[in-house]
């Protein structure tokens, strides 16, 4: 299985940047898919997912990110809007059966390389 994620770059604070995902998955549509970053010196850390159940945001990208997905092309996307500096990080992607832990790491079997997001001030 492979997650191939996509998007990231050097942004401005303000500015909006969307990351995509495309999972190597059959029967992607009965996967939870979620988002989560690392930013230097700091730990892994939920951002958004997209379950069966409906969306789940962090506290600090509510109302700024948008998560979605397009299951005909097994692509889960992360709109990222009003960027700020404290969004910089490592993005990652993530799949992982059906759960209740949607919202955390152990609820995830497959992970993504990364993309990297840089918002400067």
């Known amino acids: 299985v492979q997650l191939q994620a996509s998007g990231g770059g050097l942004v401005h604070t303000g500015a909006s940047l969307r990351l995509s995902c495309t999972a190597s998955?059959?029967?992607?549509?009965?996967?939870?898919m979620g988002w989560f970053r690392q930013a230097p010196g700091k730990e892994r850390e939920f951002v958004a997912s997209?379950?069966?159940?409906?969306?789940d945001y962090a506290n600090s990208v509510k109302g700024r990110f948008t998560i979605s997905r397009d299951n005909a092309k097994n692509t889960v996307y992360l709109q990222m809007n009003n960027v700020e500096a404290d969004d910089t990080a490592l993005y990652y992607c993530?799949?992982?059966?059906?759960?209740?832990?949607?919202?955390?790491?152990?609820?995830?079997?497959?992970w993504g390389q990364g993309t990297l997001v840089t918002v400067s001030s």
């Open positions: 993530a799949a992982g059966p059906r759960s209740r832990f949607s919202s955390s790491s152990r609820g995830y079997k497959y």
């Open positions: 998955l059959r029967a992607f549509v009965a996967y939870d």
């Open positions: 997209i379950t069966r159940d409906g969306v």
